[in-house]
């Protein structure tokens, strides 16, 4: 699978638990749509990313992209400690200038 490269630093920091490294493929000004809770910058989303990872440890294998313009679909298998893993989840982007400006996370 063909994803950009932002998308796959995305994955491969989700995938190591690298907090530091998955906040910093977000813009500063950046929103994160998650479990009903909205994250905004850098700040916010570096501490639900490592809330989340210490919490499910969850890993991603992608499953199918598409995209249209700036806006992209991730499917990704997700598996960890969470009741029900692994689920398919989808993640909901929008890319400007090379970084995330937005990610909404659905079932």
Known sequence: MNLPKIITDLV???NSFDSIAY???FSETAVVFDEGKTHNGRVE???WIEESNEKYRSVMKPLEYTENG???VLSAECS???PG???VLKFHFDIVDGLIQHL???G
């Open 12 to 14: 491969n920091a989700q």
């Open 23 to 25: 906040t910093n493929c």
């Open 45 to 47: 989303i570096q501490y």
């Open 70 to 72: 700036t806006s992209s």
């Open 80 to 82: 960890g400690t969470f």
């Open 85 to 87: 893993s692994p689920i």
């Open 104 to 106: 909404k996370v659905t």
